[in-house]
């Protein structure tokens, strides 16, 4: 079966730090990903989606960046955190039926 | 483009309440329609979802039906547990584009005994 693992579960990190935030996915060979963020009081937003190794498509301009460098890995990234940043943090994959969402990231910025 | 409407919580129940979380959309041609229960400390799992219009995505009790006409797609259960206490996302997306998915604000459910 699949299963998609994210980590770290929770971040605390100033202002100015750099952020990497990783999503693997096992038991399924090249799914589309995604990581969505959720702010406070808001919805969940999408921010990045990838259908292959390299492939990446923004869809808000933001602080973020991400990158695809193995089939089933897909990483959120930043050079300089914000206060903005902090958010809950979900890495997804999706079949050709639904979409399967990992544990999330809380990070807040400080 | 795409926008999902639903209505704010929190909403607070006794056990074996009728629960309706209202949920309205924005979008252009026929979009899929799904409900999504994130539980305390736990990721987001899909509760239902429909593809076409009139079509019922039920699960565990819940139903919601995709109604054009009124661009909606509400959630229901007719009797509530404390289990149900969660967050509910009402979500589209366009037709297969699954993981590009449109979220309502989330509404929080709380039940109590």
């Known amino acids: 079966s699949q299963t998609i693992h994210q980590w770290p579960a929770t971040l605390v990190q100033p202002v100015g730090s750099p952020l990497s935030l990783e999503c693997t996915v096992e038991g399924t060979s090249n799914p589309n990903l995604y990581w969505y963020r959720q702010a406070a009081g808001r919805g969940l937003q999408l921010l990045f989606y990838s259908v292959g190794i390299g492939q990446i498509s923004s869809e808000v301009p933001q602080n973020l960046s991400a990158s695809r460098p193995q089939d089933r890995q897909f990483i959120l990234s930043s050079k300089k955190l914000l206060l903005s940043d902090s958010g809950f943090y979900l890495c997804a994959w999706s079949d050709r039926e639904e979409a399967f969402f990992g544990q999330g990231t809380r990070l807040t910025v400080v | 483009g795409n926008s999902v409407t639903q209505m704010e919580g929190p909403v607070t129940l006794s056990e074996e309440a009728f629960l309706t979380i209202n949920c309205t959309y924005t979008a252009t041609g026929y979009p899929s329609l799904f409900w999504y229960v994130q539980y305390p400390g736990e990721g987001l799992q899909l509760l239902l979802k429909?593809?076409?219009?009139?079509d019922k995505g039920s699960n565990k009790g819940f139903e919601a039906t995709y109604r054009k006409e009124t661009t909606s797609f509400h959630l229901e259960k007719g009797s509530v547990q404390v289990s149900d206490s969660a967050v509910y996302f009402c979500a589209l997306s366009d037709q297969g584009s699954w993981g590009k998915l449109q979220f309502g604000a989330g509404t929080q459910v709380v039940v109590t005994p």
């Open positions: 429909a593809t076409k219009a009139d």
